[in-house]
């Protein structure tokens, strides 16, 4: 079973940082792109990040330049390094992962965690 759990998220005021983490668990043979996407509430889930297995990224437009995102294979995690947050980048966050089972099976499977709030407040 596949595990995606974030942590590092927490109240900032504007201006602040904050530094989200992601990591994932279970027996897979690679995960392939990894991407932080947030939820606010009233609103729908949205892409924020994303990197793929050659570092490729990709950003929101809203984000570019403020946020990045980075991941470390060995681990299995991925990171958010969020800097100059706003109040309207208050949303829960949730880590989204893809994953091979098998070396020779293209199938790829799409897990999510949990979420972790982040709330930028003065």
């Known amino acids: 079973q596949v595990q995606v759990v974030e942590s590092g998220g927490g109240l900032v005021q504007p201006g602040g940082s904050l530094r989200l983490s992601c990591a994932v668990s279970?027996?897979?043979?690679?995960?392939?792109?990894m991407g932080w996407y947030r939820q606010a509430p009233g609103k729908q889930r949205e892409l924020v990040a994303r990197?793929?297995?050659?570092?490729?990224?990709h950003y929101a437009d809203f984000v570019k330049g403020r946020f990045t995102i980075s991941r470390d294979n060995a681990k299995n995690t991925v990171y958010l390094q969020m800097n100059t947050l706003k109040p309207e980048d208050t949303a829960v966050y949730y880590c989204?992962?893809?994953?091979?089972?098998?070396?020779?099976?293209?199938?790829?499977?799409?897990?999510w965690g949990q979420g972790t709030q982040v709330t930028v407040s003065s």
């Open positions: 990197i793929t297995s050659s570092d490729s990224t």
């Open positions: 279970g027996s897979i043979f690679s995960i392939n792109a």
């Open positions: 989204n992962a893809v994953v091979k089972y098998r070396r020779y099976d293209a199938s790829q499977y799409e897990y």
